[in-house]
C-alpha cells in the first residue's frame, strides 16, 4: 500500500457533509496533481515570470522556458501555494488564475472539471481548509521520486473507484500483468536498450491513467538509466486522461505526446509510427456507434489503410486495436517495432473462415507479426475472472523465430493474494514472471508442458464445402443439361481442411493459403482419405472454398484425465446409500 496515497486520501475526511465519498476523487486528484506541479515548477518560477514578460508568444516562451528549465510546460502566474492563502477573500479566484495560467500542453483541470470543484467548495467554506493541508505536503521530485508519485496516484485512483463502486479495471491494468507485458515486449531488445544516448517510442492508443506507459520507462531506466523512452498515448476517458497526462507531466515527459479522444475514430499521432506498441484494450465493447466512421475509413484508406484487412463483429471491438497497432509498428527497413497487447480469449478463434476476424489472424499469420501468445492466469484483473491473454507482434522477428509462433502457457504461474481486489486474487510474482521469461527465452528447448512452437501454416484451414446429388424418386442423380449431377442443397456440408494434413513437421512442402498446386494435393488427399469412403457420391465445391486461420491455444496444452475405474466409482456409491440409509433409519426410530 502506498504511504503517502493513503496521507492524501485522508484528507477526504474534510470533505464528509458537503460531499460523499464517491465524489472526494473529483477533489482529491486535480489537488494532488496540482500540487505536485507546483512542487516541481517552484525552483524556476521568477525566472518563467521574467520570460513571460519578455515573450508574448506561447509558442516562443514555450521554447525559452525549455532551455532555461528543461521543462516542456510552465507557469507563468503571480500565485502558487506559497501566497494563495494569503488572500483570504481572494483565494478562489486566485486559485483559478493560477489554473488559468499553465502552459497550453497543460489541459487537465479542464478535463477534470475542476473549477466546477472550487466553486463547490467555496460554497461549502471548505476551499481554504482543503488548500491548506495540500500545501502542507512537499511533493517536490528530491523528497517524493516519480516510482512513489505513481504509487500515490494508483492508490488514490482506486480509493476513488471504490468509494465511486466503480470497476477500477475499466481505469488501470495491473501492474503485476503490465509487468509481465513490458517484460515481454523488451525481451528482444534488451542489448540495443542498453546502448549510451538510445532513444526509443512506445505508444498506447488506449492509455488509461498512464500505468502501461510509466512501468515501461521505469523498466528501462532500471537497464539503462542514460537511455531515452519517448511515450506517447491516447485516452478517451476525460478523467483517465487527465490523471494519465498529469503524471506524465510530473515526470518530465512531453505532455503533448497525450492526447485525447476516441482511437477508432479520431486517432492522434496518425503519421507517426513506433518502437514499441502496448494495450489493453477493452474486451467485448460494443462499437456500433463508430461502425460508419470506422466502415468509412476503410473505404476511403484503401488497402494500406489499417482497417483494410477486416473487421470484427460490432459487438467486440479489441480487434479492431489489434489492427491499429499493427498499423502503427515501425516498418522493417526502419528497424522495425514490437506490440504487446493483451485480450481475452475470443480474437483466438472466433469467426469462421472468411470472416472479418479470420481474415485478420490470416492477416497477422502469413505477415509473419505473431511471435508469441501467452495465456495468463485467471482472476488477474479487477473487472473480470475470465481468461486473457498477451500476444507479442514483431514485424522484425530474430532469424530463429521466423515463420513461427511460441504459444506459452502460463496459466499455472500465479500467487494467491492474501485480501482480493474486485475479481483480482491472483498475482504474478517477480518468481512467476521470470518462469514465463525463461520460457520464452529458451524458445524450442522450453518445457513442452508450458510452451509450444507451431509454424504459422499450423494455424490455417480451408473450409471446403462438400456436396452430393440430388435425387429423383426413383433414387436416380438429378443432372443439369451438361449431364452434371446437381447439389442436393439439404445434404450440403462443410469440412476444414488443415494446411498442414498428411504432411509431416519437417515438410518443406510450401504450403501457403495461395499455393495452388499445394492446396489442392492437400485437400484432395483429406477428401479422398476422411469423405469419400463415407458418402462415395460426395464431391467438392472448389468454388466455395474459403480460407481460415484460428489459435486453438487450449487444445495444444490439453492434458486428457482418465475416469476413475467403475469399481471404484461404485464402491463410492454403495457408501453413500449405505450413509442414506443409516440417516433413514435415525428417522424411522
Not at 467486440?316 to 485480450?343: N, S, T
Amino acid at each position: 500500500m502506498s504511504t503517502l496515497g493513503s496521507f492524501i486520501w485522508s484528507i477526504a475526511d474534510q470533505l464528509r457533509g458537503p460531499y460523499r465519498p464517491n465524489q472526494y476523487g473529483n477533489v482529491i486528484l486535480p489537488l494532488t496533481i496540482l500540487r505536485r506541479l507546483d512542487c516541481i515548477l517552484a525552483p524556476d518560477r521568477e525566472t518563467v515570470r521574467d520570460l513571460a514578460a519578455k515573450f508574448d508568444n506561447p509558442n516562443r516562451l514555450k521554447v525559452e522556458v525549455k532551455k532555461a528549465t528543461g521543462r516542456t510546460f510552465y507557469n507563468t502566474s503571480n500565485y502558487s501555494f506559497a501566497n494563495l492563502l494569503k488572500d483570504a477573500d481572494g483565494l478562489a479566484d486566485n486559485l483559478n488564475d493560477y489554473i488559468d495560467r499553465f502552459s497550453p500542453d497543460v489541459d487537465v483541470f479542464e478535463y477534470f472539471d475542476f473549477k466546477k470543484e472550487i466553486v463547490a467548495l467555496e460554497k461549502a467554506e471548505l476551499l481554504r481548509e482543503v488548500v491548506s493541508s495540500f500545501a502542507a505536503i512537499d511533493l517536490h521530485p528530491d523528497r517524493v521520486s516519480n516510482s512513489d508519485m505513481g504509487d500515490a496516484f494508483e492508490y488514490i485512483i482506486r480509493k476513488f473507484n471504490e468509494a465511486a463502486n466503480e470497476t477500477s479495471g475499466d481505469h488501470y491494468t495491473p501492474r503485476d500483468a503490465i509487468k509481465l507485458l513490458v517484460d515481454l515486449l523488451f525481451a528482444e531488445e534488451d542489448a540495443g536498450l542498453g546502448e549510451a544516448g538510445i532513444v526509443r517510442t512506445l505508444y498506447d492508443p488506449t492509455a488509461g491513467t498512464g500505468g502501461m506507459l510509466s512501468l515501461a520507462q521505469e523498466h528501462l531506466l532500471a537497464q539503462n538509466p542514460d537511455a531515452r523512452l519517448s511515450l506517447f498515448g491516447q485516452e478517451y476517458n476525460p478523467q483517465s486522461y487527465a490523471i494519465c497526462k498529469s503524471d506524465m507531466l510530473a515526470k518530465g515527459n512531453d505532455p503533448s505526446n497525450i492526447a485525447f479522444g476516441n482511437t477508432l475514430t479520431e486517432p492522434a499521432f496518425t503519421n507517426r509510427q513506433f518502437d514499441f506498441c502496448m494495450s489493453n484494450p477493452p474486451y467485448g465493447v460494443d462499437w456500433k456507434q463508430y461502425a460508419k466512421a470506422v466502415k468509412e475509413e476503410r473505404d476511403q484508406a484503401g488497402p494500406y489503410g489499417r482497417f483494410a484487412t477486416g473487421l470484427p463483429a460490432t459487438s467486440d471491438g479489441q480487434m479492431l486495436f489489434l489492427l491499429h497497432l499493427a498499423h502503427k509498428m515501425r516498418d522493417p527497413q526502419d528497424g522495425g517495432g514490437r506490440v504487446g497487447i493483451v485480450m481475452n480469449g475470443s480474437p483466438l478463434f472466433n469467426g469462421a473462415a472468411g470472416s472479418g476476424p479470420s481474415e485478420i489472424r490470416r492477416y497477422l499469420l502469413e505477415g509473419d507479426l505473431v511471435e508469441a501468445i501467452v495465456a495468463l492466469p485467471t482472476n488477474m484483473f479487477f473487472n473480470t475472472g475470465i481468461a486473457t491473454y498477451i500476444w507479442i507482434l514483431d514485424n522484425s522477428k530474430a532469424a530463429e523465430r521466423k515463420g513461427k509462433v511460441q504459444l506459452i502457457d502460463g496459466t499455472s504461474f500465479w500467487t494467491k493474494m492474501r485480501k482480493s481486489l474486485g475479481s483480482k486474487n491472483r498475482v504474478i510474482s517477480d518468481a512467476d514472471r521470470a518462469k514465463v521469461l525463461k520460457l520464452y527465452d529458451d524458445f524450442e528447448d522450453a518445457d513442452p508442458e508450458h510452451s509450444k512452437v507451431l509454424r504459422n501454416e499450423d494455424f490455417g484451414y480451408w473450409t471446403i464445402t462438400v456436396e452430393r446429388p440430388l435425387l429423383d424418386d426413383e433414387g436416380e442423380p438429378v443432372t443439369d443439361r451438361k449431364g452434371k449431377p446437381k447439389p442436393d442443397s439439404k445434404k450440403r456440408d462443410t469440412e476444414n481442411v488443415p494446411f498442414t494434413y498428411g504432411l509431416g513437421p519437417h515438410d518443406d512442402r510450401s504450403l501457403r493459403s495461395d499455393e495452388g498446386a499445394s492446396r489442392s494435393e492437400v485437400i484432395e488427399t483429406y477428401f479422398d482419405t476422411e469423405v469419400a469412403p463415407h458418402v462415395p457420391d460426395a464431391w467438392i465445391d472448389h468454388a466455395k472454398t474459403k480460407v481460415g486461420y484460428e489459435i486453438p491455444f487450449t487444445r495444444h496444452f490439453y492434458k486428457y484425465i482418465p475416469p476413475r475405474p467403475l469399481a471404484e466409482i461404485d464402491a463410492d456409491l454403495e457408501k453413500q446409500v449405505a450413509k442414506i440409509l443409516d440417516l433413514l433409519r435415525e428417522v424411522e426410530a
